[in-house]
Nanobody, 128 residues
Framework: EVQLVESGGGLVQAGGSLRLSCAASGFTFDDYSIAWFRQAPGKEREGVSCISGSGGGTYYANSVKGRFTVSSDNAEKTVYLQMNSLKPEDTAVYYC?????????????????????WGQGTQVTVSS
């Protein structure tokens, strides 16, 4: 059974940090790219960051570049999103998703339709 389980969300003040985790199971981790999306109330789901299963490439949305860092531990089949200098506009439910694409340059990582599996989401709230 394929599972993606996010954790690490919470309430933090502006300027603070959080680290999200996405634990994967049930598929060959190296053959997939893992992305982080977020969705705020009344807004569309937004691609935040992506990393290839081999750890060879990463992408970031302009809104988080320089503040967020994505990384993976392939042995643990876990992807992390380190979020620093958080802003109130980062408040959203954060989801991880897996696409059966080992090369993140081969598809549009911001398109939710490209992903085969999704986690249940974890709430991140940044207070001003």
């Amino acid at each position: 059974e394929v599972q993606l389980v996010e954790s690490g969300g919470g309430l933090v003040q502006a300027g603070g940090s959080l680290r999200l985790s996405c634990a994967a199971s049930g598929f060959t981790f190296d053959d997939y790219s893992i992305a982080w999306f977020r969705q705020a109330p009344g807004k569309e789901r937004e691609g935040v960051s992506c990393i290839s299963g081999s750890g060879g490439g990463t992408y970031y949305a302009n809104s988080v570049k320089g503040r967020f860092t994505v990384s993976s531990d392939n042995a643990e089949k876990t992807v992390y999103l380190q979020m620093n200098s958080l802003k109130p506009e980062d408040t959203a439910v954060y989801y991880c998703a897996a696409a059966e694409e080992s090369d993140i340059d081969s598809y549009d990582y911001t398109d939710p339709n490209e992903y085969d599996y999704w986690g249940q989401g974890t709430q991140v709230t940044v207070s001003s």
